[in-house]
């Protein structure tokens, strides 16, 4: 047979039918995918959030008012694990960080030590990652959520007794693990989040605040003479024009702040080659207003840098909306344990920073992570003997060193509190 003739009488790929017709026979094709994948895309992002309004049915300002704190809760919960799941745990990890540019805050813990001294940093950064991941990924009745907010009270309990932690440093701080999730999102994201998601949230950390003890006195509606929160989304707005007028009187710059600011940098960058910190660093100050790079005493980020920063983010948002389809349920971010191991200890799954209650697993000590971790002379889980706790923890120990083991009356008796006042119900009534 003539190669001619053979070559003739097969079929073309789809690649050969393309370098082979005119473009008026495949140009329709393509630009019919260019134009409809996207839009499939976007239809699709938008899924879960139109899923979400028709199982709540929260369809106007009144109706939100009497969303519960279980509800709220759930909603929050496939914000930070399906929605939005980088820019939550950034957005958390920056209220922290934040914090430090107001010298009452950023003093107490450069007198402890906990956040100012590279020995004690990497600890209490995880056990406040531990504390938070309790308290937000557990529902709100559970006895894991009880303890860790138990816990949390009596580590804070000794320095808000002798006034070395203001009153309004507690509800700034509460006030900025709601608000800048929200900010990030807005900034960031590729959707802005719905009203039902800004109640929802707003809902469930003024139910945090309360099982913390913390006071709203300082806002509006929250007066004793005031008739009270209608919903999440007030509370919301008036905690974040509280923020505003405390920074604008608070966060000065002070050398503390640039202290506890440094090392939280560090931690921050700890998983980037030393090579790249003095980007990483123009990537910090990016991240920052005026305002707080003021109080940390902070260089402002060159032009260029601004720029590229600038272009990735808004690269990144636009993919994600149009090229990214949703994230499935079964990939859904977990960051801790959902059942206690041996002696009742829970693990976390990730690290951004040193391995602290990481399980030595196989895949922990040898997979992709491991390897990363390894070519950068970091250890990894179950480097060191019991340093970073490779058993776990228990949830009433977490702490500093010198509070494992303690306090674990105070915890109980928090416990018999919250199970009568914190009941899964709307925190507005």
């Known amino acids: 047979m003539e190669n001619g003739t053979f070559f003739a009488s097969q079929p073309l790929s789809a690649t050969g039918w393309i370098f082979t017709s005119s473009p008026k026979q495949w140009l329709p094709y393509a ?27 929260f369809t106007t300002r009144q109706s939100m008012g009497k969303m519960t704190d279980e509800e709220a809760y759930a909603i929050q919960k496939e914000i930070g694990t399906l929605e939005f799941p980088f820019m939550y745990v950034k957005a958390l990890q920056f209220a922290l960080f934040r914090t ?11 007198k402890t030590t906990q ?3 590279p020995s004690t940093s990497l600890k209490r950064y995880a056990d406040t990652v531990a504390l938070v991941n309790e308290m937000v990924g557990n529902s709100p009745t559970s006895q894991r959520a009880f303890i860790s907010l138990a816990r949390t009270r009596f580590l804070h309990s000794k320095y808000r007794a002798d006034g070395r932690i203001l009153e309004s440093d507690m509800l700034y701080t509460l ?20 009203d039902l998601e800004l109640c929802a949230i707003g809902t469930f950390w003024k139910s945090v605040g309360d099982a913390l003890g913390i006071s709203f006195e300082g806002l509006p509606s929250g007066r004793s003479n005031a008739s009270g929160f209608k919903d999440g989304i007030q509370w919301l707005e008036e905690i974040d024009a509280w923020c505003d007028g405390y920074e604008k009187e608070c966060m000065v710059p002070d050398v503390k702040n640039r202290e506890t600011a440094d090392q939280t940098t560090a931690i921050l960058l700890y998983m980037l080659p030393t090579m790249f910190h003095p980007v990483g660093l123009q990537f910090v100050s990016f991240m ?4 707080l790079r003021k109080a940390m005493l902070y260089d402002p980020p060159t032009p260029f840098w601004t720029s590229v920063f600038s272009t990735l983010l808004t690269t990144r948002k636009l993919f994600i909306r149009y090229f990214m389809l949703p994230r499935p349920e079964f990939l859904k971010i ?21 391995p602290y209650y990481v399980k030595p697993t196989f895949w922990n000590r040898w997979g992709p992570m491991a390897w990363l971790t390894w070519a950068l002379g970091r250890p990894v889980p179950g480097d060191e ?45």
């Open 334 to 354: 977990v960051n801790m344990s959902k059942q206690p191991e041996a002696d009742n200890r829970f693990f976390s799954f990730n690290w951004d920073a040193a």
């Open 175 to 194: 006030a900025l693990f709601a608000l800048e999730p929200i900010k990030f999102v807005r900034r960031f994201e590729w959707r802005q989040m719905s």
């Open 100 to 110: 430090y540019g107001i010298p009452s805050v950023s003093h107490v813990l450069t």
């Open 31 to 57: 630009l019919g995918v260019l134009i409809g994948y996207p839009l499939l895309v976007r239809s699709l992002r938008y899924q879960r959030l139109n899923n979400m309004k028709k199982k709540y049915q």
């Open 115 to 117: 956040f100012s001294n």
């Open 288 to 291: 920052m207003d005026d305002r």
């Open 385 to 429: 003997g019991d340093k970073y706790y490779p058993s776990g923890y228990h949830i009433q120990d977490i702490g500093p060193r010198y509070f494992e083991g303690k306090g674990q009356q105070a915890i109980d008796e928090t416990m018999e509190e919250l199970k009568i006042v914190r009941t899964g119900k709307c925190p507005f009534h």
